[in-house]
């Protein structure tokens, strides 16, 4: 009997994932814990192994599909001594399937399908687009399904495109007028008259402000999707304030030199290891919180989630877009240990091999960009944490001690709280216990 192999679900929260790659064809022979595929979904690139034997009767679904339904089928195994022709003429899943349906003329369009309340747009992001005037029935815009594929890469809505197809329809043609700005619906009026008020612009309205051809639209991957929605419910969401402080760090700067010369070496003479400033950053944050326990939470409507331990996450740029690797009961782990695991979720991070248990979850996240000169900043929550720690540059700065005027390598931090969990009393005493921490590093071995 064909064995269908299933779109697979590589987090709890995945439910579409871009097919990347096959790593094996139609006729090709597997066996249980193969390697057949690579998914992607947007942060990381993951292997799908086969669970069963047996021979690639057919793929449904071709390497560079994007949005593949978690469940959907993507290829058909044939069993030993199944025919591969009658195996690989499997049903693919409707959500795979060719769109053939949607070539139908539009003189006689199928009733648009019911959208249940969970997943249905919420009303003021609907309302806040112009109003396309429709080309067919029940408000719905027909396009062939090139013209789709095409705005859809090319970023264009195609409600706003005019059609010039059969009955209004909107094919390729009008959407490659509509990318130079040609071709465009304008915006609906009020029913006084006056110009719709919306409180945001659509994508038509911002590009009609450049001039056509100097400009392209690049396609938002499914990361800066995440990132952008993830944030902007961050900001809506959680209410932020932020406390800033200043640290010495003179002592830490003298015990990571001492640290580092001290390093044991391999056989090729390299260290094990190389303390940076981040890493003592990363073990401080972890301390602090344990210092002062109601600021390890998160926020739930029904109640505090006290944590046990602190997991940090650190934010790590790569291309695209930025991910938070968790370096998981922080408090527990030698400033080696830390560096080590830092630098391993920043080579994978940037290759796109993590884990999602290695960057999900965590109860706070440290966000460093000294190393570009930043002298300050404030960083956005990532829920569910309730803190973020935005590090700027080390430098020296002009100090007053004693009433004197002397040189110090000073460090600004500043602490983004979620008020909902942390009051301003409670959040000082966070930053301060870090302070006292960062600018006494031997207390963190204590």
Known sequence: MPINILMPALSPTMEKGNLAKWLKK??????????????????????????????????????????????????VLAGEGEDLKTAGAAKPSASVAPPKAAEAP??????????????AAPAPQAAAAPAAKSNGHGGRVFSSPLARRLAKEAGVDVAMVTGTGPH???????????????????????????PSTAPTMSDKQILSLFEPGSYEVVPHDGMRRTIAQRLTASIQNVPHFYLTIDCDIGKL???????????????????????????????AMAVALQKIPNCNVSWTESGMVKHH?????????????????????????????ISNEMKDFATR???????????????????????????????????????????????????????????????????SCDHRAIDGALGAELIGA???????????MV
Do not use: C, W
């Open 26 to 75: 139609e006729g090709d022979k597997v066996k249980s814990g193969d390697v057949i595929a690579e998914i992607e979904t947007d942060k990381a690139t993951m292997e799908v192994e086969a669970i069963d034997e047996g021979t690639i009767a057919r793929i449904l679904v071709p390497e560079g599909t994007q949005d593949v339904p978690v469940n959907d089928v993507i290829a």
């Open 309 to 337: 331990h602190s997991d940090v996450g650190v934010a790590v740029a790569m291309p695209g877009g930025l991910i938070t690797p968790i370096i998981r009961k922080a408090e527990t782990k030698t400033l080696s240990t």
């Open 168 to 194: 209004g329809r909107v094919v390729a043609r009008d959407v490659e007028q509509a990318k130079s700005g040609k071709g465009l619906k304008a915006p609906t009026a009020t029913p006084s008259g006056a």
């Open 434 to 444: 870090f302070k006292q921490l960062i600018e006494n590093p031997v207390m963190m």
């Open 349 to 415: 991070a940037r290759s796109r091999k993590l884990k999602p248990e290695e960057y999900q979850g965590g109860t706070t996240a440290v966000s460093n960009l000294g190393m570009f000169g930043i002298s300050h900043f404030t960083a956005v929550i990532n829920p569910p944490h309730a803190t973020i720690l935005a590090v700027g540059t080390s430098e020296e700065r002009p100090v007053v001690r004693g009433g004197k005027i002397e040189i110090a390598n000073m460090m600004s931090v500043t602490l």
């Open 253 to 283: 700067l003298a015990a990571r030199e001492e640290i580092n010369a001290a390093a044991p070496k391999d056989k090729e003479k390299k260290p094990l290891y190389k303390i940076s400033v981040n890493d003592f950053v990363i073990k």
């Open 106 to 119: 539009a003189a006689a369009p199928a009733a648009p399908k019911a959208v249940p309340p969970s997943t």
